[in-house]
C-alpha cells in the first residue's frame, strides 16, 4: 500500500504559485540534466545489492567496515555500469552513499587526481593503471599533527641520497607525524606524501613523493611505517583519517613525482617553470566548496521546511486548531533567509565555476595573468558559503526543536559531516585575510590610477562618499547591488587606511597587517557578499527562465539581499550611505516578502529535488509522514533489541535489590 | 615522572598581571567554596573504583552500560560519603561523571523534585522513600512526539472511572505517544506522567500521575505499557530517553499528585489556589541554565586558548618562527568575546539565581506579585545565554582548527551534550516572545503614567529622541550601559508601535502580534542583553575585588559590550544615538583592550578552575603537552587494536586480488 501524503504537505503543493520542475531544471542545467539525474539516482537507490543500513545505529567501527563493504561494491558497479563523467559520478555515489563518503573516497578525490597532475608521462604509465583499478589504494598525506594551513612549515624530511640513488624518508619529531588524511587508518596502502626535500643538505620546499605504506600481501605496515586512526572526531564515523610516522622509510629516486620539480641521479635539482600552476586545483575545490556548501544548506532546509509544514504547535487563536509552525513568522524569519542563502551559494558556485573553466583553458595556454583574481575570489566565497552554510544548517536543527536534534531528523550527520568545509582546504580566517591581500592590493593600483578589471573593477569607480537625501527603493535588485557595493568599497578603503595608518604610526608591514586584520577579514567577508549578491541577480536576467519561477527567485534574490543589509545595518549606516527610514522600509519588505514566500516555500525546496533516499531525513520525508516513522525508527534502535536491556541484570537489579533490603 | 609544562604556557602563567585564584575565588564565591569544590572534585577524579573509560570509543550501548554502572556507584558513594548538598553534589557529580550525564539523572533532576512539589503529605509517605533510596526509579514523562513546548496540546488521557475509583490511561493517537524522558527508555520503572485530566466527559486540563511502567520483579513492561528507547541523537548518547504509549492502563485515585488540584473519589474536581505557583521551579531552571551557559561558554574557551597558545602556525614575518596562534589578532577577536561573554553569563547567572532566591521567598509567603517580572527576565536570560553559548562553543571548536574536530578536542561532546539547552525548557524564540510580552505590558503601562519597577523600570525615564552632537567616552562602562539603554528603550517603544499599527491596520490581536513577532524577538534580546551588561557592571564595584583583578575583569567587561555594540551596530546608529565616529572609536577600543587582554588571557581561563578530568580535552590539557596526548588517544582508538583490521579479509582482500587477475 503506498502511503498517503500528509494533508497538510498535499495542500501546500497544490498552493504553490509555480511548477517547481521548472526551477528543479534551472538549477540542474536543464530537463535533460535532470532525466539523467534521477535515472543515476534511481539506479543506486533501488539496487537490492545495496542494503542502505542506518550507520546511525552501529558503532564506528562497524560504520567503517558497512561503507568500506558498500565503497568497493559501488566502484565495481560502476565500472560494470560504464558511469564515468565526473557529473555521472556524482549523482550516482551521492545517492549510493546516502550522502555520506566511504573510505577510499580520498582515492578518488585526491590521490588520482595528484597522479595525473603532478606525475611524470612515464611515472603515469607505472601506477595509473594501478591506482585506477583499485590494484593499489591511495591516499594524499600532507598535514601533520603540528602543521595545517602552513604548508611551508610541515616538518616531514625527504632526504636525498646520491650513493644510492634514493629518498630517505623521516618524522623528524612529534609534531611531525602526518595527521588526517582519509583512508590512510586502516585502507590504503599507498600515499602521495608531501615532503621537504634536502640535497646535500640544502633544502628545496615541499614536493610529492609516491610511497607504498602497507604490504600488497597482507596488508601489514612496511618496516619503518607506523601508521593508524586518529580516532573518532565529530562526524565521518565511516572514515578512517590516519596518522603516519616514517623511520629511515627508502624509496627510489623515480617515487618523487616530477612532472615541475625534479632530482637528477647526481642530486642536481630542477625547478619548476612556475610554482603557482597547482593553483588551478586548488580554486576548482573551492569553487566546488561554495556549491556543496549551497547544497547541504538546502538539505537542511528541504528538512526543516517540510517538517514546519507538518508540525503544528500552539495556539495562535484561542480555541483554534494548533497552526502549522511555518505560519509563525518568526519560523519563516529563521528558514526563509537560508532558503534564500542556499539558491544564492548553488547559483554563485555554479558561476564560479564557469569562470573556473574559463580561466583555466587560459592557464593551460600558459597565460597565469587570471590567477590571483580567481585565487582571491574563490578563497572569499569558499570561506563565506562554508561559514554561512554550518551556520545556517544549526538553525535549521534548531528551528525543528526537539526533533532536530536526533539522528532521525538527518540534520546532526548533515552538519557533523559538512562543517569541515569551513576548516580543510584553507581556514575561513586565512582565506578570507588572502582575499583581502588582494584587495588591497588592487585598491591600491586604483589608487594609482590603474583600472581595475574582473571581480574589484567596481573598487575604481565607487564614489566613497554617499549622496545624501536620495529616497532608495529598497526592493529594487539594482539598488540593493549599489548599496552592498558601496558598503564593500567603503570598508576596503577604510581597511586601507588603517592599514596606512598602522604602518605610519611605526609598525612594520607585518605588524601592521595583523593589527588591521580584523578590518581586513570584514573587507572580504563585504566583497564577497557583494559579489553573491551581484551574481544572484544576474542569473535572474537569464531570458530561458519563465515569468513564474523568475517571479518567485526575485523575491528570494531580494530577500537575500535584505536579510544581508539588515543583519549588517550598521555597515550601510556608519557613512550614511542608507538612513535609518531606508532600514525600516528594508525591515517591512522583508515581512512582507517572507509572506508572499510562505505559499511557495515547500515547492522552494521540493525545487532542489533531492529524494528521501539522499536527504535520509524522516522530518524531512517527502510524504510528510513523520511521527509514524520516527516511532518505527526507534524501535529498530539497537538499545530495543530486547524488552529488558542485558545491564538490567547486570547492573540495575542487584541495585534495586540492595536498596530494597536496605529499606 | 612528572610531565613538564609545554614552555609557552609556562611562560604565558608567568607573565599574567594578576594571581587567577583571585579571580576564581571570586566566581565560585569564595575561598571556603573553592576549597570544598576541589576536595569533591579530587574525591571523585582520584577514586580508584571510577573508571573513568573514554565514552568516545564505545557503541552508544557500551556507553549507556558504562555510564549507567558509574551511575549506580556514584549515587552510592555520595550516600556514604554524606555528599547531600545541592552545591556539593554539583561538584562531585560533575566530576565522577566528566561533564557527562547517566541514566538516572532525570530521578534526581525532576523526578523528585515533583515529588516534593506536586505530592501530598500522603503521597509522600508512601513514595518519597522508595524513591529517595532508588528503590524505584523514576523520570518526569511530559513532551509526546507531537507536543512540546505548548503543554496544554497535550493528548495523553487520564479519564476517572467513579466505580472503581480509578484513572484509566490511553494514548489515543500517534502523536500523543510520550517522547523524549531520559531514562525512560531502559532503566526506570516509574514515571510522573502529565496527563489531561477527564472527569464525566469534562476537560480539566493538564495534571501529574504516579505511573508504574515496569515490573519490579522483572523489569518486563506492564500489561497495556509500550516503551522502549527513542534512537541515537546528536549527543547525550549515555541517555535512553524513551517513549511510552498506553492503553487502558488503570492506576488508583491515589496517584495523581494532589498537592494542588484534587479529584475527591466521586469525581468532584478541586481546583488549585494558583495556577501560577508551578511558575518557581522553571525560573529556577531557568536561572541555572544562564549559568550553565556561561560555565560551558568558559570550557569552551579554556580549550581553545590555552591550545592556541601551545598551537604554533604560520609565518609573520620571513624568517622569524612560527607564531603562537593566539598571537593572531583575529584569533582573539574569535575567542576573547567568548571569553568575556562566558564571564557575563557566569556572573549574571549567579545574579539571577539570588534574584530568584529572594523572590521564592516572598513567593512562599503567598506574594505572587514579583513573578511576572522574574519569569520575563529568566525567559529572555535563558534564550539568550543558551542561544550565544551555542554560537561560541562552536566558533571555539572551528578556532582549533582540524583539531577541534576530533573528539580528542572534547569539544564535540561538550557541544552535543549542551546545545539542547536552547531547546529544552523553552524554546529560545517562544521564551523571547514571552518576555517581549511582559515588555509590552510594562511599556504601555509607563505610557499610561504608571512607574515600573524592577528590569523594566528604565522603559518609563528613557528619552527616545537621542541627544544629538553628544561626545562619547565609549570605554566608559556608564556610557556603555546608557547605550544598551536607548537602544533597548528604542527597539521596545518601535516594536509596540508595530503591534498598535499592525492593529490599527485591521488584524485582530493575534495576528497583529504574529506578524510583529519579528521585532518583538528583537526587542527581548535588546532588553536582554542590555541587563547583561548592566549585571556584569555592577558586579564589577564589589568592594571585595583588589585592584588587580578589578582592572582586568573590567577589560572584559568592556570588551563584552563593545563586541555587542559593534556586532549590532545599525541598532545604535539607526536613530543617531551614536555616530559613525562612535563606532569606528568602538572598534579601537575593541583592538586595544584585545592587546592588553592578550597577556591575561591564559590566567583569564585557568581562573575558571576546570580540572582536566572534568574538562576531558586533550586540546585544552593543564600542561599543554597536546601532540603527545593527541597520539597516545589516537592509539587507543578501537580502530587500532590490530595493525590490519578484520574487514581486510572481508572485502579488501579479495578486492584488491580481483583487480590484480583483471590487469
New interface residues.
Given amino acids: 500500500m503506498v502511503a498517503k501524503m500528509n494533508p497538510d504537505l498535499k495542500k501546500e503543493r497544490e498552493n504553490a504559485s509555480f511548477d517547481p520542475e521548472k526551477i528543479t531544471n534551472f538549477l540542474y542545467g536543464g530537463q535533460e540534466s535532470v532525466k539523467r539525474k534521477r535515472e543515476l539516482e534511481s539506479l543506486a537507490l533501488n539496487d537490492p545489492d545495496y542494503q542502505h543500513e542506518d550507520l546511525?545505529?552501529?558503532?564506528?567501527?562497524?560504520q567503517?567496515?558497512t561503507q568500506?563493504?558498500k565503497g568497493?561494491l559501488m566502484v565495481?558497479k560502476m565500472k560494470e555500469l560504464k558511469i564515468t563523467s565526473a557529473q555521472d559520478q556524482l549523482f550516482y555515489t551521492s545517492a549510493v552513499l546516502v550522502s555520506d563518503v566511504h573510505p577510499m573516497s580520498v582515492h578518488t578525490r585526491m590521490f588520482l587526481p595528484t597522479l595525473y597532475g603532478q606525475a611524470t608521462e612515464q611515472q603515469k604509465d607505472k601506477w595509473l593503471?594501478?591506482a585506477e583499478?583499485?590494484?593499489i589504494?591511495g591516499t594524499y598525506a600532507q598535514?601533520e599533527?603540528?602543521?595545517?594551513?602552513?604548508v611551508?612549515?610541515l616538518e616531514t624530511t625527504a632526504t636525498y641520497d646520491p650513493k644510492t640513488q634514493e629518498f630517505i624518508l623521516n618524522t623528524p619529531t612529534?609534531?611531525a607525524?602526518k595527521?588526517?588524511p582519509g583512508g590512510m587508518?586502516?585502507?590504503s596502502n599507498y600515499v602521495v606524501l608531501m615532503a621537504q626535500l634536502y640535497i646535500y643538505g640544502k633544502s628545496y620546499g615541499i614536493h610529492p613523493f609516491m610511497l607504498q605504506i602497507r604490504s600488497?600481501e597482507?596488508?601489514?605496515?612496511l618496516p619503518g611505517v607506523t601508521v593508524?586512526?586518529?580516532?573518532?572526531?565529530?562526524?565521518y564515523d565511516v572514515m578512517?583519517n590516519g596518522?603516519l610516522s616514517l623511520n629511515n622509510v627508502r624509496i627510489p629516486r623515480e617515487n618523487m613525482l616530477m612532472k615541475y620539480s625534479r632530482v637528477e641521479p647526481d642530486g642536481t635539482y630542477v625547478r619548476p617553470p612556475s610554482t603557482k600552476l597547482a593553483y588551478g586545483t586548488m580554486v576548482q575545490v573551492r569553487a566546488g566548496i561554495v556549491m556543496f556548501s549551497g547544497m547541504n544548506l538546502a538539505k537542511a532546509v528541504t528538512i526543516a521546511t517540510r517538517y514546519s509544514c507538518v508540525?503544528?504547535?500552539?495556539?495562535?487563536?484561542p480555541g483554534h486548531p494548533?497552526p502549522q509552525v511555518l505560519?509563525?513568522?518568526?519560523?519563516q524569519?529563521?528558514l526563509f533567509p537560508y532558503l534564500a542563502a542556499a539558491y544564492a551559494f548553488w547559483l554563485t558556485g555554479q558561476t564560479m565555476m564557469s569562470v573556473y573553466t574559463t580561466s583555466s583553458s587560459q592557464i593551460s595556454k600558459g597565460d597565469i595573468s587570471v590567477l590571483p583574481e580567481l585565487h582571491a575570489l574563490s578563497a572569499g566565497l569558499k570561506a563565506l558559503s562554508s561559514s554561512m552554510a554550518?551556520?545556517g544548517m544549526?538553525e535549521c536543527?534548531?528551528a525543528c526543536?526537539?526533533h532536530?536534534?536526533?539522528?532521525?531528523s538527518g540534520l546532526?550527520r548533515l552538519y557533523?559531516n559538512a562543517?569541515?568545509a569551513?576548516?580543510?582546504e584553507g581556514?575561513?580566517?586565512?582565506l578570507m585575510?588572502q582575499t583581502a591581500r588582494y584587495l588591497m592590493k588592487s585598491y591600491n593600483q586604483s589608487l594609482q590610477g590603474e583600472k581595475l578589471a574582473g571581480s574589484v573593477a567596481y573598487l575604481s569607480g565607487v564614489q566613497l562618499v554617499p549622496a545624501a537625501g536620495r529616497t532608495r527603493n529598497m526592493l529594487d535588485l539594482g539598488a540593493l547591488c549599489d548599496a552592498f557595493r558601496h558598503r564593500a568599497a567603503r570598508i576596503v578603503g577604510e581597511a586601507a587606511a588603517q592599514l596606512r595608518s598602522e604602518m605610519q604610526g611605526g609598525k612594520?608591514q607585518?605588524d601592521a597587517w595583523?593589527?588591521s586584520?580584523?578590518?581586513l577579514?570584514k573587507a572580504a567577508m563585504a566583497h564577497s557578499q557583494y559579489f553573491v549578491v551581484k551574481t544572484f541577480a544576474e542569473r535572474l536576467t537569464d531570458s530561458r527562465l519563465d515569468s513564474s519561477i523568475s517571479a518567485v527567485l526575485t523575491r528570494l534574490c531580494q530577500l537575500h539581499a535584505l536579510h544581508g543589509l539588515?543583519t549588517?545595518?550598521?555597515?550601510?549606516?556608519?557613512?550614511?550611505y542608507l538612513t535609518?527610514s531606508d532600514?525600516?522600509q528594508a525591515?517591512r519588505h522583508?515581512?512582507a516578502l517572507m509572506a508572499k514566500l510562505r505559499p511557495d516555500a515547500v515547492a522552494l525546496v521540493d525545487a532542489f529535488d533531492f529524494p528521501d533516499g539522499i536527504l535520509n531525513s524522516i522530518l524531512g520525508r517527502y510524504d510528510g509522514n513523520v511521527?509514524?516513522h520516527?516511532?518505527e525508527?526507534?524501535?529498530?534502535?539497537?538499545?530495543?533489541k530486547t524488552?529488558?536491556?542485558?545491564?538490567?541484570h547486570?547492573?540495575?537489579?542487584p541495585?534495586?535489590e540492595a536498596?530494597?533490603a536496605?529499606?
Fill in positions: 546511525n545505529f552501529m558503532s564506528r567501527e562497524q567503517y567496515e568500506l563493504k568497493i565495481t593503471k594501478l583499478n583499485y590494484t589504494i598535514t599533527i603540528g602543521h595545517g594551513t602552513f611551508r612549515g612529534l609534531s607525524s595527521w588526517w587508518g586502516k585502507t600488497l597482507d596488508h601489514k605496515p593508524g586512526d586518529i580516532g573518532p572526531k565529530f562526524g578512517d596518522f508540525r503544528r504547535q500552539s495556539e495562535m487563536k494548533e505560519d509563525y513568522v518568526t519560523q524569519y529563521k554550518n551556520v544549526e536543527r534548531l526543536g526537539g532536530g536534534y536526533s539522528h532521525a546532526p557533523t562543517t569541515p569551513s576548516t580543510a581556514e575561513h580566517v586565512v585575510l612594520d607585518a595583523n593589527a586584520s580584523v578590518d577579514t539588515v549588517n545595518s550598521g555597515d550601510f549606516l556608519e557613512d550614511g535609518g532600514i525600516r525591515r522583508i515581512n511521527y509514524q520516527l516511532l525508527w526507534a524501535k529498530a534502535s539497537p538499545l530495543n524488552d529488558v536491556h542485558q545491564s538490567y547486570k547492573y540495575l537489579k541495585f534495586l536498596n530494597r536496605k529499606l
